[in-house]
């Protein structure tokens, strides 16, 4: 069956440094892969998406990379700050025959950034 | 502009009990998703609305689920005979043009107890 694995663990890291998440993929060929910023009793928020064909995708201090032979996508923060400190969510997503895009999630990474 | 709106935002049940719960998605968006959230997990996709027509409803986890948007904008979204499975975070998103990687905006959520 798909499968979407993000470290469950939280991540901790020191103000100024890169966070670096992971989104690994099992049994799914995704036409694109989209991260979200999720904080306590939010919804989540819409960063940035790649697609299939490219490999990688920056925005700001943010970067995302993607290889569909290792079925892996990478997100980075540079330059940490503590308000990054929330839930990432990798979400894979299938345009299927209606025109539309279905999102499958992974289950998020909790990230720290401390002072 | 107003965001995706959800209500109530803390909804709880009695076991048995029928709940409703509303999403205001952005004024004019053709797409509407509802996603289930369980405590340290990613949304789950249940149903996909382009305007008025319910086009994906695989992910109702049985029939005692129901959406509806008549007439292109709000959805409600109906559990009958809730059981304690069904606590969850109830989220909904809307896009502008349901296309295929039409970015998704998300409300806050209902957050749905089950006694």
């Known amino acids: 069956s798909q499968k979407i694995e993000q470290n469950s663990e939280a991540l901790n890291i020191q103000e100024g440094k890169t966070a670096t998440l992971t989104c690994n993929y099992t049994?799914?060929?995704?036409?694109?892969l989209q991260w979200y910023r999720q904080d306590p009793g939010r919804g989540p928020v819409f960063l940035l998406l790649?697609?299939?064909?490219?490999k990688e995708k920056r925005k700001e201090r943010l970067k995302v990379t993607f290889d569909t032979t290792l079925k892996q996508s990478l997100f980075h923060i540079t330059a940490s700050q503590p308000a990054d400190s929330a839930t990432y969510l990798c979400?894979?997503?299938?345009?299927?025959?209606?025109?539309?895009?279905?999102?499958?999630f992974g289950a998020g990474t909790r990230l720290a950034v401390h002072p | 502009g107003a965001g995706v709106s959800q209500s109530p935002r803390y909804k709880v049940a009695k076991r048995g009990q029928d709940v409703a719960l509303r999403c205001d998605p952005i004024s004019g968006h053709v797409s509407l998703f509802w996603y289930q959230q369980a405590l340290g997990q990613g949304p789950e996709f249940l149903t996909y609305?382009?305007?008025?027509?319910?086009?994906?409803k695989s992910g109702l986890p049985s029939d005692r689920f129901f959406a509806e948007r008549p007439e292109g904008s709000v959805s409600t979204l109906k559990i009958q005979r809730t059981q304690q499975e069904d606590s969850a975070v109830y989220l909904c998103?809307?896009?502008?043009?349901?296309?295929?990687?039409?970015?998704?905006?998300f409300g806050p959520g209902t957050r749905l107890t089950v006694l």
């Open positions: 790649i697609r299939e064909n490219e």
């Open positions: 979400a894979l997503g299938a345009l299927l025959s209606g025109g539309y895009n279905k999102l499958i």
């Open positions: 998103a809307s896009g502008p043009t349901g296309s295929g990687t039409d970015t998704q905006y």
């Open positions: 049994n799914y060929s995704p036409a694109y």
């Open positions: 609305f382009q305007n008025e027509a319910q086009l994906d």
